[in-house]
């Protein structure tokens, strides 16, 4: 953990230059005009349905208004997620190779380039695992909905598992060469990544930091300082 909370350290400080604040302002508008598309069609998708399936008749549409939307806050997080990662995925080369540039040139100058289909089937991977990864998890979600608390700290640990095996893709796309990071190193990546999402305004950062973090941990290892 003592590694990934450094590399996070390094990450931050990687946010004010010019470059990596592009990427992040250009991801940001993308990220959140899909967000918010995808959200308007499923609360206008799910009226649609409470107003038209005969099963539903009956129910009031303005109850049925407020419970659709805490549905939709409550998956807020995990669909702004997955909206972000995929996002981010597809810049992930650029994001990656500025980080790279700066602290590790010589690591650089070895890397492959990573084109945009690549990027695209590494987004459409990391979409992959958290439909996946979260529907097998749906059980016990609902199971500790019960706790209270349970429910989100499962959802966490689920998602840290998905962050950090997503992250750890985008950086050894570039070096293929080099082997998987080691379980611990995988799961603080993704725990610090997937916490970071939580918390508001931050969580805008997060897919840019995470990526940043995977770069320092990957050269990190192999004794580079920064």
Same mark, same amino acid.
């Given at each position: 953990?003592?590694h990934?909370?450094?590399?996070?350290? $390094?990450a931050l #400080?990687?946010?004010?230059?010019?470059?990596?604040?592009?990427?992040l302002?250009q991801?940001?508008?993308? +990220? $959140?005009l899909? /967000? &918010?598309? +995808?959200g308007?069609?499923?609360?206008? !998708?799910? #009226?649609?349905?409470l107003?038209?399936? *005969?099963?539903?008749?009956?129910?009031?549409?303005?109850?049925?208004?407020?419970?659709i939307?805490?549905?939709?806050?409550?998956?807020?997080?995990?669909?702004?997620?997955?909206?972000?990662?995929?996002?981010? !995925?597809?810049?992930?080369?650029?994001?990656v190779?500025?980080?790279?540039?700066?602290?590790?040139?010589?690591?650089?100058?070895?890397?492959?380039?990573? @084109?945009? *289909?690549?990027?695209l089937?590494?987004?459409?991977?990391s979409?992959?695992?958290?439909?996946?990864g979260?529907?097998?998890?749906?059980?016990?979600?609902?199971?500790? $909905?019960? &706790? @209270?608390? @349970? +429910?989100?700290?499962?959802?966490? /640990?689920?998602?840290?598992?998905?962050?950090?095996?997503?992250?750890?893709?985008?950086?050894?796309?570039?070096?293929p060469?080099q082997?998987? /990071?080691? *379980?611990?190193?995988?799961?603080?990546?993704?725990?610090?990544?997937?916490?970071?999402f939580?918390?508001?305004?931050?969580?805008?950062?997060?897919?840019?930091? @995470?990526?940043?973090m995977?770069?320092?941990?990957?050269?990190?290892?192999d004794?580079?300082? +920064?």
């Amino acid at each position: 953990m003592a590694h990934a909370v450094h590399a996070l350290l $390094l990450a931050l #400080r990687d946010l004010p230059h010019p470059r990596v604040l592009r990427i992040l302002v250009q991801s940001l508008i993308l +990220t $959140l005009l899909i /967000f &918010t598309a +995808t959200g308007a069609a499923v609360v206008y !998708g799910a #009226r649609w349905a409470l107003g038209h399936w *005969r099963w539903l008749d009956g129910v009031e549409l303005d109850m049925a208004g407020v419970l659709i939307l805490l549905v939709v806050i409550a998956g807020s997080w995990l669909l702004f997620r997955a909206v972000a990662i995929v996002v981010v !995925g597809l810049f992930a080369d650029s994001i990656v190779a500025d980080v790279e540039g700066r602290h590790y040139p010589a690591a650089a100058a070895r890397a492959i380039d990573v @084109g945009w *289909r690549q990027n695209l089937g590494l987004a459409l991977a990391s979409l992959s695992r958290l439909i996946a990864g979260n529907v097998v998890a749906l059980p016990v979600y609902l199971v500790l $909905l019960v &706790t @209270g608390i @349970g +429910t989100p700290l499962f959802a966490l /640990f689920v998602n840290a598992l998905l962050l950090g095996r997503d992250l750890e893709a985008m950086v050894l796309a570039r070096h293929p060469d080099q082997p998987r /990071f080691a *379980r611990p190193v995988r799961w603080s990546l993704g725990l610090l990544s997937a916490a970071s999402f939580v918390v508001p305004v931050a969580n805008l950062l997060a897919p840019i930091i @995470g990526a940043a973090m995977a770069v320092h941990l990957l050269h990190l290892r192999d004794g580079n300082r +920064t």
